[in-house]
């Protein structure tokens, strides 16, 4: 089972799928309900029949993890809320959603979609729009530790690090206010 509160049925695509299910397996309906149980919970399944909850399932792969990066053992409690890198519970659902008119505009008013998943304790996960100080650690540890190399072979440096050759730059295009036109070097 993916999540305490994961509703595939809530996903905007469902129907379309389930009536390609439908069509396919008319006399037999008990591979139809095989299959749709299986394009909700086998992330193969679901990228098998195009059903967008193959972005949500987990891939079920023999994967060979960067060396550093923690691969056993993470778990629920594990999870960075706060993190950018979430979907948000209504992302692919039914409804509408638009961007918040200010910072401290409650996700409930700006974001109606029907929550495809929740959090296990049954709050909606809401979109993160600042990376969280985990983000933050992970891009370091990514970028700056030496585990990536650019084209010289040296670590690479975020350019918002005063160290960055293009530090300049980022602060000169982000202090522009929006509508500016970035400049291209």
Not at 86 to 110: F, I, K, M, Q, W
Request: some cysteine; glycine content about 8%.
């Amino acid at each position: 089972m993916f999540g305490k509160h994961w509703d595939c049925t809530a996903l905007k695509d469902w129907p379309d799928v389930l009536g390609k299910i439908v069509h396919k397996y008319f006399d037999d309906p008990a591979k139809a309900k095989a299959v749709q149980e299986d394009v909700c919970s086998k992330q193969s399944a679901a990228a098998d029949w195009g059903f967008s909850a193959a972005d949500w399932l987990p891939i079920k792969a023999n994967y060979r993890h960067t060396q550093g990066v923690p691969s056993m053992g993470a778990s629920y409690i594990n999870v960075d809320w706060k993190s950018i890198m979430l979907y948000p519970s209504g992302a692919g659902g039914y409804g509408t959603a638009r961007p918040p008119n200010d910072p401290d505009e409650s996700p409930d008013v700006y974001d109606q979609r029907q929550p495809v998943l929740l959090r296990n304790d049954g709050v909606k996960i809401h979109t993160n729009a600042i990376p969280s100080p985990l983000d933050v650690a992970g891009i370091k540890a990514l970028y700056e530790s030496g585990n990536a190399k650019n084209l010289e072979g040296s670590a690479f440096v975020l350019p918002n690090d005063q160290k960055s050759p293009d530090n300049d730059k980022f602060k000169k295009d982000f202090s522009k206010t929006k509508g500016d036109k970035c400049n291209k070097t």
